[in-house]
């Protein structure tokens, strides 16, 4: 058994918020209370920490199979537990994509083997095709939990409404990658840096927010439900608000990054601030964290996007791919940016992070109770830390680094087992 003693318990469920121990038996909680007394094998002092819930990600990019140069499931789980995170949700866009029951087989097998809870979705499209669905049914039986073409938007509104009709019919839904391709120039800069800085024709605002407004329609049509990726625009925001306020069945979610930073962050950290969708403008930012406030987004998700250091070092940034590591940050971000800065309580910031994302996916996580999951993140909300560039993931393009930020990780529980201590 293990004890956790004296920490500040939130649990954003109940909206729980007092010091109180935490017993811990096998893999459930046995109780929670002021005082407990005993003789345990394990005895965590929590005074001063915070002991809230596993965070969960419903965005990761583990890459594998295919591309494990960057990551695999094992050293991204284990960023993950780094992170304080006890259940995260892979990405499809792997080599071969999880579009069959096969390959969908053996990328779970392979996460079963880790220790934290590792889930994976399945690609809308066969192969990212754009154009044939895959069996959702099918998918769903041998362990998907959703659908999402994540890296390539739907082009085709048609198909959008047969994959919002399928997910209907399985009791489920999808998730989209907004952007149009016909509307965009280099994806990873926004377009007012792009042609300001960089010469070039980059990501527009348009590109995203008209696709959002397509595919929001669709699912308020079908009354089936979508759930709206890594928003990144004000306006796309307020599309969400007009659908959610309609009825519509839309859910959404932003990254760290987009509540953190801007595209000026391109010019002093180079290719680790290249991201699709791009760091965008200083209102797009505080738009993103309205919606935060507003309950429009829901959901934090990191789009934890692992490259190999060669990839992002080339001498040509356009060529560089985009995305950056983000397990590891995000809580710090988070602490920073909202909750520092005044724009949500500790307990709404971990709300975004543990249990609107498990609900969202119907996971039995997010929340603190007795004989409920013993998955515990206990952290230092108050610690001030410089982001090194030594991370548990493969990879370490991160924007972050040298940055100061809020929060350190000291215990990560799965399961009722220690699978990460600082």
Known sequence: ???????????PKTGFDQVSDILI??????????????????VIDAKGMVV???LVDIHVHFREPGQ????????GALAAAAGGFTTVVMMANT???????????????????????????????????????????????????????????????????????????ANT???LHEEDPAL?????????????????????????????????MIAYDRQAHVHIQHLSKAQSVKVVEFAQHLGAQVTAEAAPQHFSSTENLLLSQGANAKMNPPLRLESDRLAVIEGLKSGVISVIATDHAPHHWDEKNTEDITKAPSGMTGLETSLSLGLTHLV?????????????????????????????AENGPADILIFEDQKERVISNQFVSKASNSPFIGTALKGQVRYTICDGQIVYQA
């Open 1 to 11: 058994m293990l004890l956790i003693k004296s920490g500040r318990v939130i649990d």
């Open 173 to 175: 839904f999808i998730s």
């Open 340 to 368: 520092e800065e005044g724009h949500l309580t500790l307990s709404q910031l971990l709300e975004k992070m543990t249990l609107n994302p498990a609900e969202l996916y119907g996971f039995d996580a997010g929340y603190l």
């Open 68 to 75: 494990t140069h960057k990551e695999d499931i094992h050293t």
């Open 184 to 216: 965009n120039g280099i994806l990873g800069f926004n377009e007012h840096i792009a042609e300001k800085e960089f010469h070039i024709c980059g990501a527009t605002g348009v590109a995203e927010y008209s696709m959002i407004a397509r595919d929001v």
């Open 25 to 42: 038996d096998g893999k459930k909680i046995a109780k929670i209370a002021e005082n407990i007394e005993g003789n345990y094998n394990q």
């Open 52 to 54: 809230a819930p596993g």
């Open 95 to 169: 080599k071969p994509t999880i579009s069959d029951v096969k390959t969908l087989t053996e990328v779970l097998k392979r996460a079963a083997k880790e220790k934290i809870h590792v889930k994976s979705v399945a690609t809308i499209t066969k192969g990212f095709d754009g154009e044939h669905l895959t069996d959702f049914k099918a998918l769903l039986k041998a362990g998907a939990v959703g659908f999402s073409d994540d890296g390539i938007p739907l082009t085709d509104s048609k198909i959008v409404k047969e994959a919002l009709d399928s997910a209907k019919a």
